[in-house]
């Protein structure tokens, strides 16, 4: 995991750089949806990450959010990518976004680095090692009920635009048992907060791989519990994340459960 780290690592600072570099200056703009934009900033930091990648492990496969897969490469070994996880708000100006990169081996995630440059912060984990900010260990919050928990949501274009389940009812059944609900807007920050003790638990609906990878994996070798809104097992290819310090995990599972009856 050594040099996979540290082309990780290496990759994320040299995308933050970039962004860092283009604040205010987003160049072309299109739109994946009404509401989905991708600027000339995300397909340049896409594009240098996978440089990277590819000059070290010219075998692995790629999955990243702009570019998708790479066609008739069969690897066990993929990395999973998000250039800028927060596009909406780094195009704002508002500081809550990141690079997101993880490594996943034989479908298992073995490495995650997230980067927001613009409060320098670098999150690492790798299966079995533990989490980090800024080299320093984090460990999710000892905060056990959800009346003083703060929890955080996030709104994906799919479930904005087109699914039929409603996030904002979920966001109003935990907005009466939390002590409070935010909605930032970059679900990997979202998961790195879950995981440092900023936030108790995160959850969401329709997200991608890339949004989720790192992120999880971080959660979890911070001491934290990922599932699905139910309790099932999770995977980052599904529809749903519920992320705690998993002691309020249970306490999550059941608001859920009781907007199902």
């Known amino acids: 995991m050594r040099e996979i780290l540290e082309v990780a690592i290496a990759a994320a600072r040299e995308a933050g750089r970039i962004q ?4 205010g200056r987003l160049g072309h703009v299109e739109y994946k949806e009404a509401n989905d934009p991708v600027t000339e900033v995300d397909l340049l930091c896409e594009r240098e990450i996978i440089r990277r990648i590819q000059e070290r492990f010219p075998g692995h496969d790629i ?3 702009e570019s998708g897969g790479r066609e008739g490469v069969s690897s ?8 800028l996880d927060g596009t909406i708000n780094y195009a704002h100006g508002f500081p809550c976004y990141a690079v997101s990169i993880a490594f996943e081996s034989e479908g298992v995630l073995r490495a995650g680095v997230a980067y927001n440059p613009s409060l320098d912060e670098l999150f690492v984990a790798a299966r079995g090692e533990g989490a980090t900010l800024n080299g320093e260990r984090i460990r999710v919050s ?7 928990s703060l929890l955080a949501t996030g709104f994906a274009p799919a479930v904005v635009l087109r699914s039929l389940d409603n996030n904002i009812e979920n966001f109003h059944r935990f907005m009466k048992v939390a002590q409070a609900v935010r909605r930032p807007g970059s679900a ?3 998961l790195c907060y879950t995981a440092m003790g900023r936030f108790e638990g995160f959850w969401e609906m329709e997200l ?10 971080i959660v979890e070798e911070a001491g934290g519990r990922v599932t699905r809104f139910d309790g099932a097992p999770f995977t980052i290819y599904g529809p749903e994340v519920l992320a705690s310090n998993g002691l309020v995990h249970q306490a999550m599972i059941d608001v859920f459960a009781a907007a199902a009856d």
Not at 20 to 23: A, H
Not at 76 to 83: A, E, L, N
């Open 208 to 217: 991608k791989p890339w949004d989720l990878a790192a992120g999880v994996l």
């Open 142 to 148: 000892a905060i056990d009920t959800l009346d003083r």
């Open 188 to 190: 990997v920050m979202d």
């Open 76 to 83: 066990p070994h993929k990395w999973i990518i998000d250039p």
């Open 63 to 65: 999955l990243a959010e």
């Open 20 to 23: 860092r570099q283009r604040v």
